[in-house]
Structures are given as C-alpha cells and as structure tokens.
C-alpha cells in the first residue's frame, strides 16, 4: 500500500500536515492502510476526505494520568477524552490497586481493552502508598510480576518511596529489578530532591518525573537525563511556570500530562487540547506544544509507532481548525474515525465490574466522639486552593460530658478517617481550621491514598449518618444534614468510579458541592470533596490525618492530638 501497488483504505486530501519532526507544516494528502500511515503524497483510493485545508496533527498522549480520578469508568473516561483529541494515554491506576490490588489492575487491564482509546499502563509502584494508613492491599515484586509481560504495561508507575530508593529498601529494589530486567520503564515522583539524593535516585533507573514545580527543579531533571512532564490537572497546575523554563534546546525531553482531571473541568476546559492552549497562550510555539503532547511522550515511553505522521505510524490523528485554539473536528484512532465534532461515534461495551469494596465494620456514635485531654490541640488548617495544609495549635474545652463540642468553638470542625477496606475499625480523630462547615457533614470514599472514608463535620449524628450511607451506596460521597441525607453521588467501582457519563457525574458533582457551601457553609475558597479526600494524604505536608491517627509530615511521624 505505502508503495502505491495496492488502493490505500482511505485518502484525507487537502490538508496542512503538522510535522513534529522538523516542525514544519506540509500541504498535502495524508494516505491511511490497515490502521497505519502509508505517507504523504498522492495515492489511489476509493474513499477520499476533503480536510478543506484543516490541520492533521498527531493524536495526543497524556503521559501520566490516573483514570480512577475523573470518577468514571474506562469506557466513559474514553468517551470524555477521546473528541477531545486525546488518542492514548499511560495510565498508572495506582488509586484502585490501593483499594483492589491485583482484582484491581486486571480490571483496568480488560475494561481498556477493547476500548479505541489507546491505553497502556505503568504498574503501581507503592501498594500501600504509605506504612502509616490501612489500605485494601499490599503489592510486592512477585505480584506485579504475573503482569510485567502484558504488551499494554510498560513499566513500573511513580516510585514515590524516594526514602526507599535511597536507602536501598529490598522490597523497593526488587519491584525495580523486575521491571528494568524486562527493558522496561519506571515512572519517577521526586518532588524537592536535589543533588546526589537526586542522582542516586536516577541512578537507580527512574526515567520521568511530573512532580516539578519550579524551573530549577525541571532544568535539575533534564540535564541528568529525566523526562520532564509537565502536569496541569485540577488540584496541581504547574505548566504555567514550566513553559517559563522551556527552550529549543531541553523541549525533546519535556512532555504533557493532566496526572488527575476530574469530569467537570474535561468538559468545561478540555483534556490535552487544554493544555495546548495553555501552552500557546503563555509563548510556547505551537508546534512545540504539539510535539510535546505527541511525539515527546511516545519517545519517552518508547512507543515507537505513535506521536508522529510519517510511514508506519499508527493512524492516530484529530483534525483542528488553527494551531491556537484547538478546536478539535474529527479523531481518528487506528484509521478509523472515532469522534466528530465533540461526539463520540460509536457507544462502547460494558463488562463485568469489581463487587462492593467497602467493609466497614460496626461504627457507631461513640467511635466518632473525640475526648478532650488537654486546653491545646493540633489542628489541621486548610490552605484554599491548595493541597498543602498548615499545622497550628488551638485552646479548646470540653462539654459537661468531657468531649468536644464543635458549637463550643465556632471555626473548627471535626474530622476522621475510617478503614473501610478489611472492617478493623481503626478510626483516626482529629480538627480541622478554615474549612468553614457549620452544619451537617460530608463524607467520601475517595481519599488519597489508601481511600478510606473520610468524613468532616459540625456533630458526630451527621458523620456518622454520612459515613453510613457512603457504605450502603458502595462507595462514593454523601452529604447529611440534621440526620438525613441531602445527596450523594455513588462510585460503586472501588469507591472511586462509576459508569454513567461524565456530564451526568458532573452534574451531581456540582450539586453536591452547591449544597456544601450553600447549606453547610463550607468556606466559599474551598472544593468540599476536593479537599477533603486531599486531607488524607500523609505525604503532603504539613499536617494530615490517616486511620491511625494524625500525621506530622514534616516529621514523618504521628503526632499527639492534644498538646
């Protein structure tokens, strides 16, 4: 076909052709046999698309996302990112392996596969993500093994434990070795480490990083051979300072990626077509960008077939009408067109799904009631718009039955973590500032990283009713007021996800989160369910709170409830 002996499948004619090679524009046909490209040129063919001088660009890869964070189920995610020009993404679903394990990994293995998104996968690396929390699971070497050889796994997803690198951690190393002994990636999460903590932890074989923030920590990467991804998701957004850094001479080892991207923001923003733009508006030449979100991605994931318009490539490509916008007309995945103007073509299967994953236990009232020990207690106080979190010390008293009352202290609301994987009951107390909640309480499934209820509220009556209905629905989030529920929206895959359209969880997103701040009261700066599933996570400093009990992170160490 290429060589023109045979009609090629299909001919877009008319079209300025984007070259990520030489970053040039090429006015021409584009020729398409057997999933493949043939070339650029003139061919035969019975079926010819008038692209009326439209732009064919590479289809786009997001070179490090989590699915489980858009809350939908693959075929929906793929129904959401694929008119968006989005043709492949490496996912890491380190988020249901938490919950799941290896059931987990499986499932995203086989609900991906028969999907025309383009999706291949990093294994989780840190199962459980921390030794300070109960998760569903914990994953060595010999359980990612039975997956390594997959054609759609490429390597080993972020190695987080930075400590377990450096120190050399067997149980570290040996996850490593089975992935480099097969030729195959390990994905880096490395954010602050500098000098010879930095080279080691190169030096072991980490290739990627997408956690810098500042131009320093990129430029640190690039010169000692990392690929740097730039994130802009919905909670971490740190492209605009990256472009800052970028320059002809370092753009080939910088890619994009979203890392976590809720529905909302996908269909209000955009997916890597947001990106682009981004990108373009704060200077980065549009085919850089576009070089970037393709060809930069598969070279670093040796996906030696995609990023590119050129002879035996894959027929991934979206359409776009400028270089600026992005505007994304038409996709095609493997020669086949996909979507068309914003919609998807074709409706995608469903397939069997994970059973209910919550196991609470018997919780009841009094497991929520925190005794008051001292005058002074550590306090969690929340940073709007952002993920980082301060730790402060508060005077507090007690009721006439020893406990703490929120009414007594206008500003603090309580808030625990509840194990919700194996129904130990370990139930992890604590206070939190600044989140503004006066009445009622929400509680979510979603909870970085373990995802174990968490549940933040004025009286421990609604914590405890909220707490309840997120295990009666399979997982999810609820918001409660004077003893009833007031709405919740179910992620009975894991907790995390649910099948059914990104514009109909969206839309109970937004409910939800109306309800939060209309009637609860939740600081207006605040995304109730964002940040509290954020307020979990004992690696982001300073102060979070796990199941086990409060966690000073700037100590790596947990810390007392009262002073």
Known sequence: MAAGNRPANLILTNAKIVDVFSHQIIEGNVAIGEGKILGIGDYKTANRLDMEGRYILPGFIDAHVHIESSMLSPRYFAQCVLPRGTTTVIADPHEIANVLGCEGIRYMLDATDPLP?????????????TPFEHSGATLMAEDLAQFIDHDRVLGLGEMMNVPGVLGAHADVLNKMQMVLSKHKRIDGHSPGVSGNELNAYIAAGIRTDHECTTIQEMQDRICRGMYVLFREGSAARDLETLV?????????RCALCTDDRHPEDILAQGHLDYLLRRAVTCGVPPLTAISMATLHAAQCFGLIRKGAIAPGYDADLCIVDNLHDFSVLQ?????????RDGEILDGFPSGPFPENSVNLGQIQIKDLQLQVQ????NV?????????????????QADDSGLFDPALHPGLNMIAVVERHQGTGSIGLGLVENFGLRQGAIATTVAH??????????NTADMLRVVHDVAEIGGGMSLGLQGKIRAHLPLPIAGLMRDASAQETSNTL??????AHEELGVNPDIEPFMNLSFLAL???PELKITDQGLFDVRSFSFAPMFV
């Open 117 to 129: 998104l383009n999706v291949f996968f990093m294994l989780p690396s840190c199962v459980p993500a």
């Open 449 to 458: 990283d373990s995802h174990n209820i968490v549940v933040i509220g004025a």
């Open 374 to 377: 001292t005058k002074q207690a």
């Open 538 to 540: 004992p690696v982001i």
């Open 380 to 396: 969690i106080r929340v940073e709007p718009a952002s993920i980082v979190t301060k730790a402060v010390v508060r005077t507090v």
């Open 331 to 339: 996709v095609f995945t493997n020669g086949r067109s996909a979507a």
């Open 244 to 252: 800052q850094g970028l320059t002809p001479a370092n753009a080939h």
């Open 510 to 515: 937004k409910e939800i989160n109306r309800l």
